[in-house]
């Protein structure tokens, strides 16, 4: 079993920035992982994603202002967001990818004012 925590999440204005953070209980070298996110009244969405050798994918909306990177000697995964805009304001979701459903942890709350 592995447990994820995320932090960084904020209150933030337009154009602002924020790091957000996911810290895995065990090794995560060998996974992928991914950040996701959902605004209230919609579906979860996949923000970012990085593989065990960190090729990186992203959702169209976010390519050129989010960024994600990992630290395995850390065994944590980074999302960097800048430009941020009011459609970026979600609960932001850690998951890592294994088996079936995987493990996702439990949310990091953004909210970009405008």
């Known amino acids: 079993q592995v447990q994820l925590v995320e932090s960084g999440g904020d209150l933030v204005q337009t154009g602002g920035s924020l790091r957000l953070s996911c810290e895995a209980s065990?090794?995560?070298?060998?996974?992928?992982m991914a950040w996701y996110r959902q605004a209230p009244g919609k579906q979860r969405e996949l923000v970012a994603a990085?593989?065990?050798?960190?090729?990186?994918n992203y959702a169209d909306s976010v390519k050129g202002r989010f960024t994600i990177s990992r630290d395995n000697a850390k065994n944590t995964v980074y999302l960097q967001m800048s430009s941020l805009k009011p459609e970026d304001t979600a609960i932001y979701y850690c998951k890592l990818y294994w088996g079936y459903d995987g493990y996702w942890g439990q949310g990091t709350q953004v909210t970009v004012s405008s």
């Open positions: 065990g090794t995560i070298s060998i996974y992928a």
């Open positions: 990085i593989t065990r050798s960190s090729s990186t």
